[in-house]
């Protein structure tokens, strides 16, 4: 079985644009989480999505947005891009959000820069 | 607000010893606890969890302790192996909620 897939693995771009990142869940899994992991504030939870609703969100500013499509695939929007914003972005995975011990089935991550 | 905490950035082991790995919560409404290992380039692994209503749970060399009443949980290599070198994240749960939040990491180094 395939693990969860991100794209790209390594993305630069400059303060004031706007990246797009992309993930696959494992096939069957419906429940799809990001996460950002900065060396200053470590994993911190952005948001996760089920059944193409955001069913919970992190304390980060509206410039993050994320949408779930029909097959799981998952997008994360980062608007206005910022210095601090410069960050490994985490996807991971899992069967069904209400599950009880939610283990989650982490991606290789998307390193972004922000030049 | 640091819910969970893991207070030693980095840690040394010999080969064949014991690894202790240590982590603290404020939240003594989380639900289970988990550990992630995580190698350079790779997105996190897991590795064993706990419920909060368990105060041990073992899985082949790794074994996790849970101290409620001391808000205090830890994970135990044995033995140690140079594979077992790597990050590793405490994380603490909801029951019913995918929403995980993590410790700092501990950076585990096996000496041969």
């Known amino acids: 079985k395939a693990g969860v897939t991100q794209t790209p693995r390594y993305l630069i771009k400059t303060r004031g644009q706007q990246v797009t990142l992309s993930c696959s869940p494992i096939?069957?899994?419906?429940?799809v989480s990001w996460y950002q992991q900065t060396p200053g504030q470590g994993l911190q939870f952005l948001f996760e999505?089920?059944?193409?609703?955001?069913?919970n969100k992190g304390n980060f500013p509206g410039r993050f947005s994320g949408r779930q499509f029909s097959n799981s695939r998952s997008e994360m929007n980062v608007s206005t891009l910022e210095l601090g914003d410069s960050a490994l972005y985490l996807c991971?995975?899992?069967?069904?959000?209400?599950?009880?011990?939610?283990?989650?089935?982490f991606g290789p991550g998307t390193r972004l820069t922000v030049l | 607000d640091q819910q969970v905490k893991q207070n030693s950035p980095s840690l040394s082991v010999q080969e064949g010893r014991i690894s202790i790995l240590n982590c603290d919560y404020t939240?003594?409404?989380?639900?289970?606890f988990l550990w992630y290992k995580k190698y350079p380039a790779e997105g996190p692994t897991f590795l064993i969890s706990?419920?909060?209503?368990?105060d041990k749970n073992e899985d082949g060399r790794f074994t996790v302790f849970l101290n409620k009443s001391a808000k205090h949980l830890s994970l135990h290599i044995v033995p140690s192996q140079p594979g077992d070198s790597a990050v590793y994240f405490c994380?603490?749960?909801?029951?019913?909620?995918?929403?995980?939040?993590f410790g700092q990491g501990t950076r585990l180094t096996i000496n041969p």
């Open positions: 096939s069957g899994h419906r429940s």
């Open positions: 706990i419920s909060s209503i368990k």
């Open positions: 994380a603490a749960g909801f029951q019913g909620a995918q929403k995980l939040v």
């Open positions: 999505y089920f059944s193409e609703t955001q069913r």
């Open positions: 991971a995975s899992s069967t069904h959000y209400q599950s009880s011990y939610n283990e989650q089935f």
């Open positions: 939240n003594s409404m989380f639900d289970y």
